[in-house]
């Protein structure tokens, strides 16, 4: 007993009840937010030939520095390779199109002190160079408190690649 008399006052918890609790609840928010499952919706599906490549026409409007990166990424994990094109001009080399849309929001999150961008929407389009449209596939978060919307641009993406490409494997 008499040596625990001789500890410096080093504690865990603080004499504020009301500050553990704004603690624990950030805390929680952050693993609730980590596990929130992201899906696509409102995917359809045109054909069921396998996609080996696409060609990307870029979109100047998504201004979300690496969001073109994670499509390109989603892509690779499903083993199509990809080039992006300043526009979808009819070329030899490009069977399949993939156009893509985000809109971007700011907010900030339930752990977090300052604004911060995420991607809000995204759609993803396959098209043939004819414009007939092959798949199609959307993000949005979803549920009451639309925790998904802070999961990673990256699997955000991902979700939505595979959605497209799900049929692709037949």
Not at 84 to 104: G, I, K, N, Q
């Amino acid at each position: 007993m008499a040596s625990l008399a001789s500890l410096s006052g080093c504690s865990l918890f603080s004499y504020s009840p009301s500050l553990e609790l704004i603690k624990a609840t950030g805390t929680a928010a952050s693993f609730m937010a980590a596990g929130v499952p992201v899906k696509a919706i409102d995917t359809v599906h045109h054909g069921a030939t396998r996609i080996d490549s696409v060609c990307i026409a870029f979109n100047p409007g998504v201004a979300l520095q690496g969001f073109l990166p994670a499509i390109q990424t989603a892509l690779q994990r499903q083993q199509v390779d990809s080039r992006v094109f300043e526009s979808d001009t009819p070329t030899p080399l490009c069977r399949v199109w993939l156009h893509y849309m985000a809109s971007v929001e700011w907010g900030t999150p339930p752990w977090g002190n300052s604004l911060r961008p995420y991607v809000a929407r995204a759609t993803l389009t396959l098209k043939s160079p004819q414009g007939l449209v092959l798949a199609s596939s959307n993000f949005e978060p979803g549920g009451v408190v639309e925790m998904g919307k802070w999961a990673s641009t990256s699997d955000k993406v991902d979700a939505v690649v595979t959605a497209l490409l799900s049929r692709s494997d037949s």
